[in-house]
């Protein structure tokens, strides 16, 4: 099926099988790579991508299924040489070991950030009104979607919670 | 030049003591840490090839028996299949252990376990050759297997030269104050790194190029070249990047192995990459295990007799059994000793190394078994191991090159506040939670390999390191830029790390703690060669050298480098082990504090503090080694608490082959963990004096978990993992 698809802010052309994900779209048609394959079913966020500023599981919908939408990828957070705030943070603190998880991780965070900002509560919320606070209890519960074998937990929260606090500070 | 050094003699003084750069040691952000997070750092299944086809593996739908027929004429019709490949002879039976330097056992017409690789579906896409995978008519006569280990254990039988004794056990127990006599079991588990095993086989000119996602590139190489039949020099394995290994990617596995046959067969590369479900079911798994300890005591809390006999499982013909007693052989002290391993033949797949082979899960027994005979004894855990430290190894009576297991206890309990602790249980509550205590002490053999690498230093002051070590994200790019960087007084950016190429010198591999010390040093000579021939050129003698940001310093003299090198210079190191470890028990140390809560009504278990202080010889990054304890640590709190991968007895199935029903810790289990690291140096042990840490983290952890929970709630569970059902009969009145 030929399909546009906007990643980045770029629009991109495609032929695909409709069976294709929008994970192995990004990885086998465009090389983007840095949207990773960990299961293939939803179970470990390796996949995660921000569709509409939405974090969701690209191995669990189809690339047909999103013309028009605007999604982003770690490649679009930010470059090696010019790392956006969370992945320099992750850097710092040494919130990875084998990198797999990582970039699932960053657009997860990313996109988390954004639900407690909107007020989301999670199922660690005190109260499900008021403004979620930044605890570790918060961001961890808020980030179990996204698996990290080499469990770099502690440091994943430690650089989260910086850079957090940092735009709480900015604002 | 090449040098070498054989590790027959301590190292008088390392080099890492007086360069004074100040590099090494130091918490330097990962080198490669940009590329990861920016999703530019490209794993094995990432290559693009013009023609690239794609390959699924075909699973067998049965536990035991033999294939009849795989007929290809099922699914050919399908759009964008291209073939299917069978090769009964030459497809693995089972991944390859780790380091071994032939092709494992070979064979797939004949099936052993659930969810044996049995033929490759290749596909124009990797839609195509999912549902030509998913759809092809196989046709198996089932025969009768051997899936429940319970039934069987009876069946175990020794293996060879594991049994050690010394001493009359049975007289050391019968006179003992205090025994304890028990049996600990521990589940199968499953490394599960984030990166499914992945290959691109590509075959051009009679030779094959493998991007394999492997953790031991030289013996990989050996390995696949065995199996396809083909000499070593005509296979190259790249992995510059590796998502994750704990063992699972030690020895090759099937997916290489299908890739390779299919990219010869059919001229055109080909990727295969295993689903989450055939890692589960296909590659290894950590054996399931029987622990019997034996303690005896004196009245004052001296061990008189130490007994850890361990049952495993494996397949016909596998003769690796986790060898549970690892550390128990050393760790306390005590006269009638006995350790032995047995084997069950079964069904299953692979029982093979994960991360800790031995320690990770006997400790989960012995530190327990301490716990127990703690209270037994009405003594402290922390005074009870203090007090059994031998001066010496407990059988052969060899020295220790370093331990500073005390002083990890004791500042351990110290930071922890241990001596708050109330040894009776179910004495805290909060609110609907019992709150509990408890600790273990840490030990994992130190090892060396044999291992090379090549240094170039070029005059403008930059370096590139070229080895075949893998960094599955231990942290070898990070700290071999920083010896490189230290010894020849450069800054790390200066240093280029290339790994992962079996184009470059063998490497020890990343597996069994051994990676940073081994393919360390081995930079480390080869910076050391490189510095004598600097101090050559200039006429001085190497001591005097001072290297520093790409200046050569002498008395007040100091000179750039591109004034004294005409060209770049070039040193291989290898370093290669020798009579130290056969001299010396090497090992490091540590000691666990881990405090937990239990839900008085559901038995859930929350771990809410964790604190672990580690002492391994120099410590080469302090925050990658953080990390890796860190890890370490969070596989023990799986181990004690949720992870087990179950085998159906009736048709040997693996019921929980994914990641939604096989539960690996997630963030919101791990709470702030704590590392400390103790000054340790080990001049038996290498030239670096550092000892291996990728495996220390996980020893004993589970267990420190383990005896928190009885702590808190007064419930001894020693069926591991201590999930909820295991507790909530026995739990105190709420
Ligand atoms: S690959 Fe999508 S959740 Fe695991
Ligand atoms: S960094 Fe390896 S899985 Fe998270």
Redesign the interface.
């Known amino acids: 099926m030929h399909i546009t698809l906007s990643i980045n802010g770029k629009d991109h052309e495609l032929d695909l ?1 409709p ?2 994900s929008v994970l ?1 779209a990004l ?2 048609h465009l ?11 939803g ?2 966020g ?1 996949c995660t991508v921000l569709v509409n500023g939405r974090r969701i599981n690209s191995c669990l919908t189809l690339a047909v299924m999103h013309e028009g939408d605007a999604i982003t ?3 679009g ?5 010019a ?1 956006s705030p969370l ?2 943070a ?3 603190h ?1 919130g ?8 699932g991780q ?1 657009c997860s965070a990313t996109g988390m950030l954004e639900e407690m900002r909107a007020g989301w509560p999670s199922h ?1 919320s005190e109260d499900l009104l008021a403004a979620p606070d930044l605890s ?2 918060e ?3 808020r ?16 650089a989260i919670t910086e850079v957090a606090e940092a735009r709480d500070e900015a604002v | 030049m090449d040098v070498s050094l054989k590790m027959d003699e301590p190292v008088a003084e390392s080099l890492l003591d007086t360069t004074n750069q100040n590099i090494v040691s130091q918490p330097v ?2 080198v ?12 094995s ?2 290559y ?1 090839f013009p023609g690239l086809l794609h390959g699924v593996l075909v699973s067998a739908p049965m536990g035991k028996g033999r294939i009849l027929k795989i007929d290809a004429g099922s699914i050919e019709k399908l759009p ?1 299949i291209v073939t299917v490949i069978t090769d009964y002879d030459t497809f693995l039976r089972n991944p390859a252990q780790g380091q071994d330097e032939e092709a494992p056992e070979q064979g797939v017409r004949d099936v052993s376990y659930f969810g044996q690789p049995v033929a490759l579906v290749v596909g124009e ?4 050759a999912r ?1 030509g995978a998913q759809r092809i008519a196989l046709d198996m006569r089932p025969d009768e297997g051997r899936f429940d280990f319970a039934a069987r254990k009876h069946m175990a039988e020794p293996k060879k030269r594991s049994r050690k004794a010394q001493g009359d056990l049975d007289a050391a127990l019968a006179a003992a104050h205090a025994t304890i006599d028990a049996i600990w079991t521990t589940p199968s588990q499953t ?6 095993h992945a290959g691109i086989a590509v075959w051009e000119d009679n030779k094959l190029t493998l991007y394999g996602s492997y953790q031991m590139l030289a013996s990989d190489r050996l390995q696949l070249a065995d199996a396809l039949g083909l000499k070593p020099e005509q296979v190259r394995i790249v992995a510059r ?6 063992g699972g990617k030690l020895g090759i596995s099937a997916e290489s192995v299908a890739a390779a046959v299919a990219a010869m067969r059919l001229n055109r590369p080909v990727r295969v ?1 295993m ?2 479900q055939q890692v589960t079911e296909a590659t290894v798994r950590r054996s399931n295990t029987e622990q019997r300890i034996r303690l005896g005591a004196d009245a004052e809390g001296r061990l008189t007799a130490v007994a850890h006999e361990t049952i495993t499982a494996n397949l016909d013909r596998s003769s690796f059994s986790e060898p549970a007693s690892a550390s128990t052989q050393f760790l306390y002290g005590g006269q009638a000793r006995l350790f032995l391993n047995s084997i069950v033949r079964m069904d299953q797949l692979l029982s093979a190394s994960m991360r800790a082979p031995g320690e990770a899960v006997g400790m989960l027994a012995l530190e327990c078994a301490m716990d127990e005979l703690a209270e037994t004894l009405g003594m402290d855990p922390v005074a009870l191991r203090l007090r059994n430290i031998p001066a010496r190894h407990p059988m052969d009576g060899l020295p220790f090159s370093s331990r500073s297991l005390a002083e990890c206890l004791e500042i351990g309990a110290r930071d922890f506040g241990w001596s708050d602790r109330d040894p009776r249980p179910a004495q805290r509550r909060e609110g609907d939670w019992w709150i509990g205590v408890g600790m273990a002490a840490a030990a994992r053999s130190n090892m060396l390999i044999k291992s090379s690498a090549r240094v170039m230093l070029a005059p403008d002051g930059t370096a590139v390191v070229e080895t075949d070590l893998t960094d ?4 070898s790019y990070t700290i071999l830029a920083q010896i490189t960087a230290e010894l020849l007084g450069l800054p790390v950016s200066s240093v280029e790390v290339r790994l992962g190429d079996t184009d470059f010198p063998p490497s020890s591999g990343s597996g069994g703690s051994f990676g940073a010390a081994s393919a360390g040093s081995s930079v480390y000579l080869a910076c050391e060669s490189l510095r004598q021939e600097i101090a050559e050129k200039l006429g001085i003698a190497p001591k005097d050298l001072v290297l520093t940001e790409g200046m050569a310093r002498h008395g007040n003299v100091s000179r750039p480098l591109h004034e004294i090198l005409s060209g770049p210079l070039t040193a291989i190191g290898t370093i290669e082990p020798g009579e130290m470890e056969e001299k010396f028990v090497q090992a490091g140390f540590g000691a666990h504090f881990c405090e937990v809560g239990v839900n008085a009504h559901s038995g859930e278990v929350r771990v809410r503090r964790m604190e672990s202080t580690f002492a391994a010889g120099r410590i080469l990054n302090e ?2 080694a ?3 304890c ?2 370490g ?3 023990g709190i799986g181990a004690a608490l949720t992870e087990d991968l179950m085998h159906d007895p009736r048709n040997g199935a693996i019921v929980n082959h ?3 029903e096989y539960h ?10 704590k590392v400390r690291f103790l000054e340790e140096r080990d001049e038996k042990a290498n030239p670096l004096f550092a000892k291996g840490i990728g495996e220390l983290g996980i020893s004993g952890a589970g267990a420190a978990v383990a005896n928190a929970i009885y702590n808190a709630c007064g419930v001894r569970v020693r069926d591991y993992p201590i999930t909820l059902d295991k507790l909530i009969e026995k739990l105190p009145p709420a």
């Not at chain 1, 957070?77 to 040489?81: D, R, S, V």
């Open positions: 099988d069976r294709t192995d990885r086998d090389d983007l790579i840095g949207t990773k394959k960990g299961c293939d079913h179970q470990c390796a990828t770690i490649e957070l930010g470059t090696p040489e790392l992945q320099a992750f850097v710092a040494d990875f070991q084998c990198g797999y998880c990582t970039p960053i660690v570790d209890a961001i961890s519960e980030m179990s979607g996204n698996l990290c074998r080499c469990s770099a937990y502690t440091n994943i929260v430690a | 952000d990962r490669e840490g940009p590329l990861k997070v920016s999703g530019t750092a490209r794993y299944a990432e693009k964008g896409s990797f839609e195509a549902h490394s599960a790194a984030m990166e499914p990047y590796v998502g994750g290994g704990f990459v689903t989450r599955i994200g231990t942290g925050k990658t953080t990390s890796q860190l890890g640590m969070v596989f994914d990641l939604a690996v810790p997630v963030n919101a289990d791990i709470p702030a963990l």
